[in-house]
């Protein structure tokens, strides 16, 4: 089962439900007309919930998106990693190894198409703080991968070589402008489908050349 990416799992259930509610009617409100145009009158409608109640969990729209978008990241990450333990454990080859984080990656998200547009198109519409926080997500990821592609040099030096890490940026910008690509074309279900383009991208920045 592909887990949501954002859950009431660390907060007191009345307050957690309440919360996700309105990240979740945030992202529903921006898949339908944007950061910009929505308010928090919208965000309480959507969440069925009072304008109050939002401004008690939230300051303002842009820390709702802001908690939404470190949240989905969190989950998103989480749910790779987990995938990568667990192809290591089943013993596949280092190309398969990474064909899972890709297809887990992609799953996430085309399973949580709102919370997808938010964390792709909307954050980069939310002012200074949100592509701040987008450039630290941008650099976790860039991290995991060197992580990855150095555990897979280590265990198949023959094979795979580490990377240097502008070299990984580069392959995540690339990663990231496919995916945004379909989720922009309103496609975001059938991200699965971009999983082998994917997945040789990585491939070919970590093989090791003749």
């Known amino acids: 089962m592909v887990a949501a990416l954002v859950s009431p799992d660390d907060l007191t259930e009345e307050d957690a439900h309440r919360r996700v509610r309105i990240l979740l ?104 703080p949100a592509l701040a926080l987008r450039r630290q997500v941008i650099d976790r990821y860039v991290a995991l991968i060197c992580g990855v592609a150095s555990d897979l040099a280590e265990q198949h030096p023959g094979e795979v070589r580490p990377v240097e890490r502008a070299l990984v940026l580069a392959a995540v910008g690339g990663l990231n402008e496919l995916v945004l690509a379909r989720v922009e074309r309103g496609e975001a279900a059938a991200l699965d489908e971009d999983t082998d383009v994917a997945t040789e991208v990585l491939v070919q920045l970590v093989a090791r050349r003749p």
């Open 25 to 128: 009617a945030l992202a529903s409100c921006m898949a339908t007309k944007g950061y910009r145009a929505t308010t928090v009158s919208d965000i309480a409608r959507e969440g069925r919930v009072s304008k109050t109640v939002v401004y008690a969990h939230f300051r303002d729209k842009e820390h709702c998106l802001l908690e939404l978008y470190t949240r989905a990241t969190d989950k998103m990450l989480e749910t790779v990693h987990a995938a990568q333990q667990r192809a290591a454990a089943e013993g596949l080859s280092w190309p398969q190894r990474l064909r899972t984080a890709v297809l887990a990656y992609l799953e996430v998200l085309a399973a949580n198409p709102d919370v997808a547009w938010a964390a792709l198109v909307e954050v980069q519409a939310a002012g200074r």
